[in-house]
């Protein structure tokens, strides 16, 4: 069933993300307009599952949307699609909505809201704390940031992409929080790989150490989801480890920012930059586990590259 008014809505960034939750907009009755990413052949997949429009320009997505959701990867991404001149979102904005998904700098988000702002239109931050299977059944857990009159007349939508929606302020301040989601679950992730990684060692059953850990209070929200998938080396990504360092530097500048030290979350955005620069970055951040264990292939991979 069509939603009041059928906004039309484009997608902006279709890799596993943007082009799940394109595909469960689509499914509840929101009509996809424009589909764009760099990468053609993944804009071509999702238009022919959702029937909406491949745009050649990212001036196009804006002609033919009312709403454009942005699901791109870095501050770098997001200032080339919200460029002040040339091809961009920004053209021929007025009266359009923006919602910008990315993990980014939180002052990004305050920059790009002030852009759009000077256009004529409206932005929100939608920072997303799941993975894709959530993405596509619209279960994720949604931060969002930015005018609160803007977030409530996207409600609706926004519910239709979320199990749990929470406004959290301002332009930034839902970016902020997400840094701090993101800080804790990389610490947790590097904690949970050392622990099995010297249990190992040890020769200790993992399983039986996992099941411990489940019961103690080594338990976590990652040993759940990474767990086994450390003992068994399975790396499928969800959340890389390259996602994995950029996110930790996030929140190491935000605390740089405040004057705090934060020695934990600097070990880890390191060993998160020490897969990047072996060649595993795109492994699942469960992959960091690569760097804990013995004799396994980061092992000689960090040799062979010199990194000690």
């Known amino acids: 069933m069509a939603h009041e008014g059928n906004p039309a809505i484009g997608v902006v960034g279709v890799g596993r993300m943007g082009a799940n939750i394109a595909l469960r907009l689509k499914d509840v009755g929101y009509r996809i307009a424009a589909v764009y990413d760099a990468r053609p052949e993944s804009a071509e997949n999702v238009a022919r599952e959702t029937g909406a429009e491949i745009a050649r320009s990212l001036a196009q997505v804006t002609a033919l949307s009312d709403v454009i959701i942005t699901v791109v990867t870095d501050d770098a991404a997001m200032r080339t699609i919200f460029a002040q001149s040339g091809d961009s979102l920004l053209d021929g904005a007025n009266g359009k909505t923006f919602v910008n998904c990315a993990t980014i700098t939180p002052s990004v988000h305050v920059e790009v809201e002030r852009l759009a702002n000077a256009r004529g239109a409206d932005s929100l931050e939608a920072c997303m704390a799941s993975s894709i299977p959530q993405a596509r059944n619209g279960t ?133 930059d020490r897969m990047v620069e072996i060649g595993l970055g795109d492994l699942d951040k469960s992959g960091v586990a690569e760097l804990t264990f013995k004799s396994r292939r980061a092992d000689q991979a960090r040799s062979a590259a010199g990194v000690h």
């Open 140 to 272: 994720l857990y949604l931060m969002v940031g930015g005018k609160e009159e803007v977030f409530e007349r996207l409600k609706p939508m926004l519910e239709q992409m979320s199990a749990s929606l929470r406004y959290i302020g301002r332009a930034g301040s839902a970016a902020q929080v997400k840094a701090l989601v993101n800080m804790v679950m990389n610490i947790n992730t590097e904690g949970l790989a050392e622990g099995l990684g010297l249990g190992d060692a040890l020769g200790l059953d993992l399983t039986m150490l996992r099941e411990v850990f489940s019961q103690t209070g080594a338990n976590s929200r990652v040993l759940e989801t990474d767990g086994l998938d450390m003992q068994n080396r399975e790396h499928d990504v969800y959340f890389s480890a390259a996602h994995a360092a950029k996110d930790s530097h996030i929140a190491s500048a935000l605390a740089h920012d405040v004057g705090l030290h934060l020695p934990l979350a600097e070990a880890t955005a390191a060993q998160f």
